[in-house]
């Protein structure tokens, strides 16, 4: 989904930012990524799995700073240093070998995710919950890959995201 979500920001002249799975950024998926940067968009790392809360300081440090160089070396641009870890799980330790990498674990708003309790993910059902919710500086979760399934049916996000940006 995510070249048809860059279509939409485009289209609304608005900038995102995209939190990339190392594992998921192959050599097909680059020039997307690639995309991302060019287009001004900020890029950076997501994690996923939830082992990493469990890594060292210097293990998790290391790990980021791996998942950027790889990110750098496939689509020519170093990813902001934000972090999102997978489900927004984090601990000490993950805070702290973040900060040793100079990263900024970031998380979202209160209720402003794309979660839809045991129903379709859809426009008609997220647009008037996240409309509703958010405020200035608040920060919006839309999923445009899965954790598992890169190839997972993501197009509920582009119709949100082109409904939500006017609201």
């Known amino acids: 989904a995510t070249p048809g979500l860059l279509d939409v920001l485009a289209r609304h002249g608005v900038a995102a930012t995209f939190f990339v799975i190392d594992r998921h950024l192959t050599p097909a998926t680059a020039p997307i990524v690639r995309r991302a940067f060019e287009e001004g968009h900020a890029v950076a790392v997501h994690s996923h799995t939830r082992l990493l809360m469990f890594k060292t300081p210097a293990g998790l440090a290391s790990t980021l700073q791996s998942a950027a160089d790889r990110m750098e070396q496939l689509t020519g641009h170093r990813p902001c240093r934000a972090f999102r870890p997978h489900a927004g799980n984090r601990s000490a330790t993950m805070l702290m070998g973040a900060a040793r990498a100079g990263y900024r674990v970031v998380g979202w708003g209160w209720m402003l995710w ?31 890959g899965h954790h598992v399934d890169p190839q997972a049916d993501r197009r509920y996000a582009i119709e949100t995201v082109d409904r939500l940006i006017p609201e």
């Open 114 to 144: 794309d979660f839809n309790m045991f129903r379709a993910k859809t426009a008609d059902s997220l647009v008037p919950r996240l409309a509703d919710r958010a405020s200035p500086g608040d920060i919006v979760v839309i999923h445009d």
